[in-house]
């Protein structure tokens, strides 16, 4: 995503109402914040119910975003916390049998280690963008789906070569976009 394109449809969304230039920028962000969301929620319904809410909050508050310095970051934080906020109310929803409460970590991540980790996973979705889209397709299939090599060629109606030289050039180019921002 160009931060022009980005600033384009902020201003037609301000300006003109334009439901257009808001369709535009949710199929630009959607896989991104979806992406962001399921990080934290691990439930792919959850984290769809979540992107929604947090593009319709996007939409009410349309006429502001143009004056946000860093959208992206914004939208990132915005995910984030609807993400967290649902996780402590489902977590509410369901109360489980002390017998069954897992049990406590030995040492609870300090607050640093947490900063730290957030913004390795933002600078990692960042990048994750920045990718050619089939790159990053056999890339998310792979890794993070943890799908086969095999389920992924058929899918993609590819050959398992060209899916194993697609997952390479994503890792060299996801190391070379990392070790240079």
């Known amino acids: 995503m160009t931060e022009q394109e980005v600033r384009r449809y902020l201003r037609q969304m ?28 691990k439930n792919e319904d959850w984290a769809q119910e979540i992107v929604l ?12 975003l143009p004056e946000i310095n860093n959208i992206e970051d914004y939208c990132f934080i915005l995910t ?3 993400s967290l906020n649902y996780l402590e109310k489902e977590s509410r929803h369901t ?23 957030e913004e390795l996973f ?18 998310i299939r792979i890794r993070e789906e ?5 389920q992924v060629a058929d899918e993609l109606e590819i050959s398992v070569k060209t899916v194993d030289a697609q997952l390479q ?5 996801l190391k070379e976009i990392l070790l240079t921002d």
């Open 14 to 41: 301000k300006e003109e109402d334009s439901e257009r230039a808001f369709h535009d920028f949710y199929n630009l962000c959607y896989d991104r914040l979806f992406r962001i969301s399921y990080y934290y929620v």
């Open 53 to 64: 809410d947090v593009f319709m909050r996007l939409w009410e508050q349309r006429t502001k």
């Open 80 to 82: 984030k916390n609807a």
């Open 95 to 117: 109360t489980q049998p002390s017998e069954q409460l897992p049990e406590p970590p030995d040492q609870a991540n300090s607050p640093e280690e947490v900063l730290i980790s």
């Open 122 to 139: 933002a600078r990692y979705v960042k990048a994750l963008d920045r990718l050619p889209e089939r790159c990053r397709e056999v890339f």
């Open 146 to 150: 943890k799908q086969s090599y095999a």
């Open 169 to 173: 050039k994503a890792i060299t180019r």
